[in-house]
């Protein structure tokens, strides 16, 4: 009979998430296990190092862990009320997605997919539990230019409150609570039944994550030419240059008499740099170099400054801050605007709200905003607002002149225009210091910092000296000149744009080129015939200026071009005083490989050698195939629910790799030929978008040589169900799809649903022959339920195959394990779920479900025995303090028929060494320390309400004192003797025991091993058994406690020599030595005997080695008494 949801998945879905009543899902990154259950002294993991939770635009929160040996576990809770909600998971390599299934229908084209990356929400700083609103930003869709957001729209009927009004982005910005989410979605979902308002029809919408952006971090000055101007007068004067960064510290002698103005958008209420950033940047723009004697002066120095402070205290900031200050900066008459910033990791063809609103900014106000490239390094990562047609976006090259390996390389996303525009000097840049920061390097009143955010603003000072000498130039014409007289230097224009800036050229241009560079983008296939544009000459002088005209052009590896390939309507062109001439430019399509880049540059030369170069780029696509993709659902009939896909060419996901909807329609989509994976998820819900059915059709591998049609045939699929040899409702059923491509990254697609949904698949005929292909099914089983809440027993089944053909699975006594578990309690409202992680030998991801558990409480949990590693997750905390915190055990496999034992959170819970907890690499000591692991070690990682204080001495002296568990320090090159203090405290409701812990230890420690093989400290470790003692963490007044001392794993140390134990009835006031024996084993024992009345027990501990070294360790409430 097949496993269903009954009694106990009711209960289940009222009380399962802690303090919601919610289920819960998590997923957990693979890595080399460990046993759960009883280890020798440092046999634990290395420490957790975070843990942080992020609310999805749905309501849903997603927490992800990461762990310091790289491994990631993430947990999903659905929102309130949204408990049948189903969710897919897109994972390519360690980057993960969660979409809930509502609204996979409207991602990517109603809502920007950042809204679902959770690695980079969580990278971002998104990442906090508490934070209970999404910041998002609401753009019209609606074709033309830039509207007003506010007369146009009914926001409230979207369930908006404005933040801002972002005008030249046709947009708003706002915090999205559940209840506004819901409104908004609702609309969003289905938008011809939008509510209406007396201004007319809610208007379409695309939903942004209000990005998170940062600061994007030597005599530079002749580099550019900036001293050949100051010659000739121009040093700004009369200009207004605008800084959009950290702020200023208005004090710093090179700027103290440059500020004319100045606003706050990051709710500071000042405009102070506290952060450093700004203050380097402006400094660069417009310093008089007064601290130095003239020495680091700034481009500009005659200009004057507006500030906008659009970056907090961490460099950090919103993009409709970024948005509000550029409209700022514009309508206070900034000539010029600098924006050393950029929003990392997702790349647009200029057409998202930054871009849009600097395109319309500059087309209003004539104001040029010039932009940071970014520092990825890669090819096609230039960021937004650096995307933005109109702006000057930036690279940044060394004093060599060769671009830097982190500066951000072109083409445009999406549309391969040319990006960046031109570069300048970024590397190792000297530059004004703001009071009270330590940012970068160097000391006193300047800094040295590296980055497109110093390359820009050298060409923002460039801008400045320009707009001085031709005051009646517009920022579209300050663009085309700078970027007409930029120098070529190295790499292709994708590298550099037209260049590296040089003022003097600048300042002599004959002629103006429209448009400042050719972008060609993408030529579509076939390549046949010809492609053309016009570039026009304009000449604002008396007298004419005849040009001798060349092009060049070169393939993507450096290689020039054969002559005609890149053609010109003429090889002279006379441009007559006061007017404009224009020349055709023409490119051969049939002249080069497909699937290339290519680049070059028109130069146009006057009689007296000045050269004006346009720079042209465009990319061949190649041949290109039509699938054509279909849902057909149970019924026979085109799916009309949301059928989710992902398409990936298996020889190369560089070609193409995407997740998509397709509609009852279809979709018809234009892909390289090669072969491809097709996983379609196909969804059934009802009104409610409470799933009932979900299928999942398999094509792992199909050769798409020319126009190929895939049906996604959800009536080839067979349901998917389990046995149990113990009665057992299913609660959830986790579905994941794996393909590793040509290029070894692993792409997954999956989906959760609860037990109450029928999950189908298709078939798959045979072995991949591209990379591999593993499907894996995850059920999660319980029993009946204990005292109506926590189920008496569990089961966790992990299946793969890589060809789908078994659907029905049986766990019997020979196929499982079984694991009896205990659930200690904390205190007298501990309330924890709990989760088993599955992961498949060679699995990057896997994926599990939390469920309740009585605490105190034991239970039986089942998992099936066949090669995969079983990782343990135990969220506790109360019902006023929910999910504080969670142990793990870490991944281990288990034997066919095997009975094993373990214990979460029972005491004596004190500090103890994870592997890796204190190493050496080069010179540098790291400790990653965990404050509380239980007496199974299993470490607990706090969600925040601890309260720790870490300090390391070297011979004596402090050099570190932390607010952490965590702390690199310097070695010596003769090494030094340490002492290391960590004192941790709980002071949670639900916390009774071990309330405080403070450890010592001493040890030698040298320089030695490096990143990737580091050596470990030989620092003492110690654990404790305490005869008797229950799941309420409470033992008989007299009883032996039994003592581990060693090592961490992996050191070269002494032997333990002697071992000391005190206890305390009065909470440490007055210890009581307690004499040890050494068991043959190595352990040392004592017997405790509390006085009658005594409540707990507290421990100290002291041992030594042969070596030297000791560990010191007090645990308060070590123990309850009984």
Known sequence: MRARAGAAAAAIAVAIALGAGIPAWSLGSDAAGRDDGDAAPGAVAAELSGTSTVTLITGDQVSLTQYADGRRSVTVEPGAGREGIGFQRLTEGDRLHVIPADVAGLVPDRLDQALFDVTGLVAAGYGDPRRGTVPVIVQETAAGAARSATSTSDWAALGLEPERTLESAGAISADLDRDGAAALLGALRAPQASA?????????????????????????????????????????????????????????????????????????????????????????????????????????????????????????????????????????????????????????????????????????????????????????????????????????????????????????????????????????????????????????????????????????????????????????????????????????????????????????????????????????????????????????????????????????????????????????????????????????????????????????????????????????????????????????????????????????????SEHLEVGADGRDLRVPPGRYSVTGFLWTTDEAFVVSEATAVLRPEIEVADDTTVVLDARKARELSVTTQRPADLQWLALDDTRTAGDGEPYGFGLVVTGDADVYATPTAAPVAVGTHDLQAHFILAGPATGGRAPSYTYDLLYTQDVMKTFAFRATARNTAAIRTGYAALGPDHLAESSRVGFAPGDLWGSAVAGPVAAPGQRTEYVSANGVAWGHEVYSGSTEEPQQGFFRGEPRTYAPGEQARTTVGGAVLGTRLGAGAMTTARNRLTLDLVPWSDSDRHPFASFGSDSTRLRVWQDGALVADRKSSNARVTLPDGGADHRVVLDAAREASWWNRSTSVRTEWTFHAEPGGTPGEPVVVPALDVAYRVGGVDLTNSAPRSTRVTLSAGHQAGAESGKVTSARLWWSADDGATWHRTPLTTGPDGTFAGDVRAPAGTEHVSLRVEAKDRAGATIKQTVIDAYGVR
Not at 255 to 269: E, K, N, P, W
Not at 475 to 482: D, P, V
């Open 196 to 656: 209406r308002s007396a201004s007319g029809t809610v208007p379409d919408v695309k939903v942004w994550l209000d990005a998170p952006v940062r600061a994007l971090d030597a005599d530079s000055m002749p580099q550019i030419g900036a001293p050949a101007a100051w010659e000739s007068g121009y040093t700004g004067d009369g200009v207004t240059v605008a800084v959009l960064d950290s702020g200023v510290d208005s004090t710093h002698p090179d700027l103290d008499d440059a500020v004319v103005g100045a606003r706050d958008f990051t709710g500071s209420g000042n405009t102070e740099d506290h952060y450093g950033h700004g203050t380097h940047v402006a400094s660069i723009v417009l310093g008089s170099g007064d601290a130095s004697g003239g020495t680091n002066r700034g481009v500009a120095p005659g200009a004057d400054l507006l500030v906008g402070k659009v970056l907090d205290e961490s460099g950090g900031g919103e993009m409709s801050s970024i948005i509000d200050g550029m409209e700022w900066a514009a309508e206070q008459g900034a000539d010029v605007v600098n924006m050393s910033l950029g929003e990392a990791e997702h790349y647009t063809d200029g057409t998202d709200p930054a871009s849009v609103a600097l395109d319309t900014l500059s087309a209003r106000y004539g104001t040029l905003f010039v932009v940071a490239a970014g520092n990825a390094g890669e090819y096609g990562t230039v960021s937004t607002p650096g995307s933005a047609s109109s702006g000057l976006t930036v690279g940044a090259v060394d004093d060599a002149d060769e671009v830097a390996a982190f500066s951000s390389r072109g083409p445009r996303g999406g549309d391969y225009a040319i990006k960046p525009d031109v570069t300048a000097p970024g590397v190792e840049i000297v530059a004004a210091r703001a009071a009270g920061t330590n940012e970068g390097s160097g000391e006193g009143e300047y800094v040295s910092w590296s980055g497109t955010s110093m390359a820009a603003p050298h060409v923002a000072g460039a801008a400045a000296v320009l707009k001085q000498a031709r005051p009646e130039l517009t920022g579209r014409q300050l663009k085309a000149i700078l970027m007409g007289s930029a120098q070529h230097t190295s790499g292709s224009v994708f590298d550099e744009g037209a260049g590296r800036v040089y003022l003097p050229a600048a300042l002599e241009l004959p002629v103006t080129p429209v448009p400042a560079s050719l972008s060609f983008g993408a030529l579509e296939y076939p390549q046949q015939g010809t492609a053309t544009r016009t570039l026009t000459y304009k000449n604002a002088t008396d007298a004419a200026v005849t040009l001798d005209l060349a092009v060049e052009a070169t393939g993507q590896g450096g290689r020039p071009l054969p002559d005609g390939a890149v053609r010109l309507g003429s090889t002279t062109l006379t441009v007559p005083a006061h007017g404009a001439a224009k020349v055709k430019v023409t490119v051969d399509r049939t002249v080069g490989d497909i699937e290339r880049r290519y680049s070059g540059a028109v130069t146009a030369t006057d009689p007296d050698g000045r050269e004006v170069r346009t720079a042209l780029g465009y990319y061949k696509e190649p041949d290109l195939a039509d699938l054509n993709l279909r849902a057909v659902g149970r019924d026979g009939k085109p799916h009309t629910g949301v059928s989710s896909v992902r398409v990936v060419n298996v020889d190369d996901p560089t070609l193409f």
